[in-house]
């Protein structure tokens, strides 16, 4: 399975140039509208509007992921397992499924349009109002950028156990005592997470703390505004024809 995650795909669009923050606050909206509205009509709408989004972000077809087919066997065998209760099973287990496509497919254009970098600064600033009411909004913040920063060290240490484990060799004593792979990847993914955030708190220690979450922290424009708006519009849309259609 080949897909890009958690990174930023450097190509130059209107979608690139808004502020991260802009772009949580859409994906909170779509999925706000859907948790209370997630009939046909409004899904439809929002799948239209992700692909516009992709086609002005300036997306190439290569970025999308390449699902596993059992993947999609699995969601027939869902749709298999409601067919006994009732038709009205089928169709809400189909909208549960396209609902949370559509919510994964928002959280991925965040990801490949915005550096991972500027994404707890951005939820920082988002959540200021909350330090009134001495909410740890920056620590949550640093959280935040160092799982960002983690996520594509594992996977690139995962990549590497799934590699070495198939050059051990198969008449290896060791190798037949651990015969799910899975588990033994996920065991040393485990250990090799725990040390590297051991050694990563030492170092921050040693630094005198996290700091600044940006040297250059950016703000929004009149750009964001404009996105916004568009985005209330077409939730604001949906919502109406939804309703309309009830």
């Not at 190439?60 to 059992?70: C, D, H, I, M, V």
């Not at 067919?83 to 496509?101: D, E």
Request: hydrophobic share 60%; proline share 7%.
């Amino acid at each position: 399975m080949t897909m890009v995650l958690f990174r930023r795909v450097p190509v130059s669009s209107p979608i690139h140039n808004l502020w991260a923050g802009t772009k949580m606050i859409s994906a909170f909206l779509i999925s706000f509208l859907l948790m209370f509205l997630p009939t046909w009509p409004v899904l439809g709408v929002m799948i239209v509007f992700l692909v516009l989004i992709g086609v002005l972000a300036r997306l190439p077809l290569g970025t999308l992921p390449r699902l596993p087919w059992w993947f999609w066997a699995l969601l027939l065998l869902g749709g298999a397992i409601n067919v006994p209760v009732g038709t009205q099973a089928v169709v809400r287990y189909a909208q549960t499924v396209v609902f949370a496509l559509i919510m994964v497919a928002a959280s991925f254009v965040v990801a490949w349009t915005t550096p991972m970098s500027d994404i707890a600064p951005a939820l920082a600033k988002l959540a200021a109002p909350l330090r009134k009411l001495r909410v740890p909004v920056d620590e949550w913040a640093v959280v935040v950028a160092l799982t960002l920063r983690g996520l594509p060290l594992l996977m690139d240490e995962i990549r590497v156990l799934r590699a070495a484990r198939k050059l051990r060799p198969k008449d290896n004593p060791l190798y037949l005592a651990t015969e799910n792979p899975l588990i033994d990847i996920l065991t040393a993914a485990m250990a090799v997470s725990t040390r590297r955030a051991g050694e990563l708190g030492e170092a921050i220690t040693a630094r005198g703390g996290t700091g600044e979450l940006a040297a250059y922290p950016s703000s929004p424009g009149r750009s964001d505004a404009i996105a916004l708006v568009i985005v209330v519009a077409v939730c604001a849309g949906a919502f109406a024809l939804g309703m309309s259609l009830l």
